[in-house]
């Protein structure tokens, strides 16, 4: 049984039979969360002086930055599944399940490994359907705006970045974040 660990029961610790996280995991984790935010990050810079920038050229100069509105668009995509990514790996995300407010915290850190391997399946499915409309967008977009083309590309990178992070959470203990209860 090397590899695996129970954790004893204790305050709102419920044993768990899940692999303890090896190193290796520990560490492309740790890489991918720095490189989600520095994307995110550079992302939601780039929009706001996108848009700032826009702001000042339609009002003083009565013109406009050349696709600036198409562009802000992606990046508001680019920011939202950096910034969802991240709130997974966190455990931040929006729940919007019923059954979690009537449930005994013990019981709902019982259910987060199956739920979030459900997440990853149904994030996994939205991957391939991302992958299968953009290929066809990439098929049939006109060859000056194969760019927007390329932006397009976060759907199914957003969506497999999330189906990355709910399949780690699901299958592996992590330690707790320092002051976080969850």
């Not at 720095?34 to 780039?46: D, H, I, N, P, T």
């Not at 050349?66 to 931040?92: C, Q, T």
């Not at 709902?108 to 997440?119: D, E, F, G, Q, T």
Request: one cysteine or more; aromatic letters at 14%; a positive charge.
């Amino acid at each position: 049984m090397a590899g695996w660990q129970i954790i004893a029961p204790g305050k709102n610790k419920p044993p768990s039979m899940l692999p303890s996280e090896p190193h290796w995991v520990t560490g492309f984790r740790h890489a991918l969360i720095r490189m989600e935010v520095f994307m995110a990050g550079a992302s939601l810079l780039l929009l706001l002086s996108l848009v700032f920038g826009q702001v000042l050229a339609r009002n003083f100069f009565s013109s406009g930055i050349p696709n600036a509105d198409i562009l802000s668009r992606y990046m508001v995509l680019y920011v939202a599944f950096f910034g969802a990514a991240l709130a997974v790996e966190w455990h931040k995300h929006i729940r919007i399940d019923v059954v979690a407010s009537c449930l005994d915290p013990a019981r709902m850190k019982k259910l987060r490994a199956p739920l979030y391997l459900i997440s990853a399946v149904l994030c996994g499915i939205m991957t391939w359907a991302a992958i299968r409309f953009w290929y066809d967008d990439w098929q049939y977009v006109a060859e000056h705006e194969r760019w927007s083309s390329v932006l397009a590309l976060i759907t199914p990178f957003g969506f497999f970045l999330l189906s990355l992070h709910f399949l780690l959470g699901g299958l592996f203990i992590q330690p707790p974040e320092p002051g976080n209860d969850s």
